[in-house]
């Protein structure tokens, strides 16, 4: 892990405002498409066929938008660690985009920043940005606005 916070209930609830920093790069894999494919029964070629992805304005096969969405869970766990949560839910998304596509054989990292913590019963909501960047391209795959309930 690139950065990252570690800190208790308590300390979470000052942290508004606070980045997490970045995980560390990592390569989207034909096999890693491929099996998202599979599990949701989305085998547009753009995704999974890399000869006929060629043609396409991408010049290859790029992740499924609802794949790199999915990226952002293990983001966040890396980058915030709450040392007294019993359990932590995803709660939902505020805000979702996809600026630019993922293409397979790209570095890819994950960046959080938390942009507000509410009291809920019996815990906490954090709302996060949740970036995922391509190394080399000047726009995110992926800005979410992550929902994270913390008991």
């Known amino acids: 892990m690139t950065s990252g916070a ?24 034909q096999e890693r498409v491929d099996k998202f494919a599979d599990a949701t029964d989305d085998h547009q070629f753009i995704h999974v066929d890399p000869e006929r992805a060629k043609a396409t304005p991408f010049g290859g096969t790029i992740a499924h938008g609802y794949l790199t969405l999915s990226l952002a869970a293990p983001v966040i766990q890396e980058l915030l660690r709450v040392s007294d949560s019993k359990m932590g839910l995803n ?6 985009r996809f600026p ?35 190394q080399g391209s000047e726009k995110p795959a992926l800005v979410a606005e992550c929902l994270v309930r913390l008991y």
């Open 6 to 29: 570690v800190t208790d209930m308590a300390g979470l609830r000052e942290s508004g405002g606070r980045h997490l920093g970045f995980t560390d790069w990592q390569e989207m894999t």
């Open 91 to 96: 709660y939902g998304l505020d805000r979702v």
């Open 100 to 134: 630019a596509p993922l293409p397979v054989g790209a570095q890819f990292r994950g960046g959080c920043e938390i942009l507000e913590v509410t009291e809920i019963s019996g815990g906490l909501q954090v709302k996060l940005s949740t970036t995922i960047e391509v």
